[in-house]
């Protein structure tokens, strides 16, 4: 099955997308308060529900056509971003540790996405 | 489960570990904390959130599966066509895509689950940085390959063992940092 250049960019304009609903995500997190009034005014989790949901459209558009070993591995480039805005928004350190761990996971999806195809 | 939910104040992202000693007791938290001093999340507490977002790969990875059948599906309903739905003496002309999205199982049942796994991603980041937890999603890759090989046969080659391999050492690398 041969993978049109629009669901590679879907894929990729998903995992962008879903990486900012990370940092909604985490945003409210930090005050999360489990009763309705809290979660109604939580707009940063809101928005990091937004993001998912549309990150998951985008996903799904892309999916239609073309061949998911290849789309699949594509959404790890999101985890780069979510690095990149954990220290943006968060201060979180990118410690050695985390970059390491972070191109061999890069590396792992690479080899797993030649063994699919 | 429950430790997660007691802490309802903000977890700074670069907590430092407390002495258990110095932690309060569940529930006695929220009221002695000052509404901005948010308590450090304990080791436990990250522990917890590391294996939450471990949970939520393999729901995740399940709910991969059921969305490219559930997409499948779809492609095959005809656009513009109308279906009769009848309800006693009320006929209604509807949408077929329409009909085909609100029966589409596979579909629904994926959606549902990754609802329930964006829950889960939001207890464990209550208590995880994001840096570490959220590369953490790359083991949905591991599971994937693993039921496509039980459930589905296919084979093993050196690609995707070596990838596996990889994957799970980065993960456990994130693990190590994100445990402290």
């Known amino acids: 099955m041969t993978t049109p250049l629009s669901s590679v960019a879907l894929v990729n304009v998903a995992s962008f997308i879903g990486s900012l609903g990370a940092v909604g995500l985490k945003g409210g ?4 308060k489990l009763t309705i009034p809290a979660l109604a005014k939580n707009w940063k989790l809101q928005a990091g529900v937004a993001g998912y949901l549309l990150s998951s459209v985008f996903f799904m558009l892309g999916l239609k056509h073309g061949d998911l ?14 690095m990149l805005w954990a220290k943006l928004f968060f ?27 | 489960m429950s430790a997660t939910l007691d802490t309802s104040v903000t977890t700074p992202v670069n907590a430092t570990p ?8 569940p529930g006695a938290t929220v009221s002695t ?12 507490q990250k522990r917890k959130a590391l294996w939450m977002v ?3 790969t393999l729901m995740a990875s399940v709910a991969q599966v059921l969305y490219k059948m559930g997409a499948n599906a779809l492609n095959k309903v005809p656009s513009g066509s109308v279906v009769d739905v009848a309800f006693g003496s009320l006929h209604f002309h509807i949408s077929a895509a329409l009909v085909a999205v609100a029966t589409n199982v596979p579909m629904i049942v994926g959606l549902s689950l990754y609802g329930m796994g964006a829950v889960m991603m939001v207890l464990a980041l209550q208590h995880g940085e994001l840096s570490v937890l959220y590369p953490i999603i790359s083991l949905s890759y591991v599971w994937v ?10 084979h093993l080659n ?9 994957i799970i050492g980065g993960v456990a690398v994130l693990g190590r940092s994100g445990s402290r």
């Open chain 1, 29 to 32: 997190a930090k005050n999360l």
């Open chain 1, 69 to 82: 070993s290849v789309l699949y591995p594509m959404v790890s480039v999101g985890y780069i971003w979510t």
């Open chain 1, 91 to 117: 201060g979180e350190p990118l410690t050695q540790a985390k970059c390491g761990a972070l191109a061999l996971i890069l590396v792992g999806v690479g080899l797993l996405g030649l063994g699919n195809s």
């Open chain 2, 18 to 25: 407390v002495n258990t000693a110095t932690s309060s007791p």
């Open chain 2, 33 to 44: 904390a000052p509404p901005h001093t948010p308590a450090p999340s304990t080791p436990e």
């Open chain 2, 54 to 56: 471990v949970a939520f």
């Open chain 2, 145 to 154: 390959a693993i039921l496509s090989v039980l459930v589905f046969h296919e």
């Open chain 2, 158 to 166: 050196v690609y995707r063992i070596g990838g596996i391999a990889v």
